[in-house]
């Protein structure tokens, strides 16, 4: 998804949320932070990157 179209921010969401159900909470953000860069307005990425933020912690 993301080769034929790098501004997909709800892929980048996908791969935020995939990343996350395996315990790979770097990775998923990453894609978060990326789809916020993208549409800073974002609620999924806003609401999400504090909370893995907290887990990261």
């Known amino acids: 998804m993301l080769i034929e179209n790098p501004k997909d921010v709800n892929a980048r969401l996908a791969l935020a949320h995939a990343y996350s159900e395996v315990g790979k909470l770097n990775k ?28 990261l912690n």
């Open 28 to 55: 998923a953000l990453t894609y978060l932070e990326a789809a916020l860069e993208l549409d800073p307005t974002n609620k999924t990425a806003l609401e999400n990157i504090p909370q893995i933020k907290r887990h």
